[in-house]
Structure formats: C-alpha cells, structure tokens
C-alpha cells in the first residue's frame, strides 16, 4: 500500500517562496516504475493538476500558470518527492496534495484539469496561503 506525506507550505508573503516535500512509502523512487504528480484545490474551485515528476525518471511536466515559478525534483534516498515554489501570487493559494500512480508515465498521465482517475494514493494534503 502505497502512503504519502506532505509537509511544508504555510502563509507566504507574495513574491516568497517555500517548499513542499512529500514522503513516501510503500512506492520507491527512482526504482519503481510510476508518476508523482502535485495537485492542488482553493476554497470553491475543483482539484486540479499542478506538476509532475516520473519516479524512475526525470521527466516533469508543468501547468503554464506555474511554469518558470515551480520545480518538482525528488531525492531517491529519502524516497520524497519536493516541490520547490517561488515568486509565488496569491492565486496560488490552495490546499497541495501529492499522489502516486503506478505504472503510469508523466506524458500519459499528467495535464491540466482534474487529476486523472489513475492516482490512486493520496496524502492528506498540505495549505499554502499567499497573502500579505
């Protein structure tokens, strides 16, 4: 069973930047064949797609609105996966949740919009609020 662990975020002051990580267990990176991909959802909005990173590559993917601004990475031996963010605007401000898919490259499976239905593990997820 796959688990996983968000940390980080927090009230960030616009133009700041912060990082999240994500622990997890049950799914090793950068052996297991699979996806992580970030999401996030504000107050009155549905979920959607943020970023990307391949677990047994390094293959990210990006929304426009975040692009140039965020970087996945992950660091395989502590088997967590890290979105870094900055010069970030107050429309970033959103719960973040990171999730795991199998067997699932980042071109398949990761786009704007809604999570696709393959991710099946999810942390509990993580606030980040963008405000002065």
């Known amino acids: 069973q796959v688990q996983l662990v968000e940390s980080g975020g927090g009230l960030v002051q616009p133009g700041g930047s912060t990082r999240l990580s994500c622990v997890v267990s049950g799914f090793t990176l950068g052996v297991d064949y699979g996806t992580i991909g970030w999401f996030r959802q504000a107050p009155g909005k549905e979920r959607e797609g943020v970023s990307c990173?391949?677990?047994?590559?390094?293959?990210?993917f990006y929304i426009n609105s975040v692009k140039g601004r965020f970087t996945a990475s992950k660091d395989s031996a502590k088997n967590t996966a890290y979105l870094q963010m900055t010069s970030l605007k107050p429309e970033d401000t959103a719960v973040y949740y990171c999730a795991a898919v199998r067997l699932r490259r980042v071109a398949s499976i990761c786009r704007p919009g809604p999570p696709d239905r393959e991710f099946d593990s999810w942390g509990q997820g993580t606030q980040v609020t963008i405000s002065s």
């Open positions: 990173i391949g677990s047994d590559n390094d293959n990210t």
